[in-house]
T-cell receptor, first 112, second 113 residues
């Protein structure tokens, strides 16, 4: 499968724990995006990278959230001290600069 | 502010009828308008997109129209089939950042037999 892949698909964690998600973009894509989607809503932009540089972060992204793309390939999204309000689908997408964005299957996070 | 409004929120059509979903955007500098289809529990899937240098684009039963003056764009699905049932999202890059897409709130399309 040469599409965007995300791991894990599902994560259940206790409130206060840290979680980390991984995204592997389409190999030739230099842009990688993280979105969050809650039930009944459209994807909400969190942050994006061009190669290894993080170019923009949403105002919605609290300091408990951090994302990295150390070698310009895969990316990780970490949430520290999870809260129930963090429960959502976390979607990764990738594109070429100015190109179409393709989404991964997402990681569904449930904080209990 | 940054805004993409989408209507209607739900749409029910009979198989074979047409469906139209409309979106408006706030940033006149926006130049790219994709539509995504999301089935339950699956990823958003890009189905068609249009750039601001054209007013209409068609791909088989799906078409998108763009009115830059009015800042709105629409998705048209003709000869609807049950497998068209899904949630459809429009999106636009707002605040001049070409890569950051702002999504509409979605339209749940139900195609009935």
């Amino acid at each position: 499968d040469t599409g965007v892949s995300q791991d894990p698909r599902h994560k259940i964690t206790k409130r206060g724990q840290n979680v980390t998600f991984r995204c592997d973009p389409i190999s030739e894509h230099n842009r990688l995006y993280w979105y969050r989607q809650t039930l009944g809503q459209g994807p909400e932009f969190l942050t994006y990278f061009q190669n290894e540089a993080q170019l923009e972060k949403s105002r919605l992204l609290s300091d408990r959230f951090s994302a990295e793309r150390p070698k310009g390939s895969f990316s990780t999204l970490e949430i520290q001290r999870t809260e129930q309000g963090d429960s959502a689908m976390y979607l990764c997408a990738s594109s070429l600069e100015g190109g179409r964005a393709f989404f991964g299957q997402g990681t569904r996070l449930t904080v209990v | 502010g940054e805004n993409v409004e989408q209507h209607p929120s739900t749409l029910s059509v009979q198989e074979g009828d047409s469906a139209v979903i409309k979106c408006t955007y706030s940033d006149s500098a926006s130049n790219y308008f994709p539509w995504y289809k999301q089935e339950l529990g699956k990823r958003p899937q890009l189905i068609i997109d249009i750039r601001s240098n054209v007013g209409e684009k068609k791909d088989q039963r799906i078409a998108v129209t763009l009115n830059k003056t009015a800042k709105h764009f629409s998705l048209h699905i003709t000869e609807t089939q049950p497998e068209d049932s899904a949630v459809y999202f429009c999106a636009a890059p707002l605040t001049g950042t070409a890569s950051k897409l702002t999504f509409g709130t979605g339209t749940r399309l139900q195609v009935t037999l």
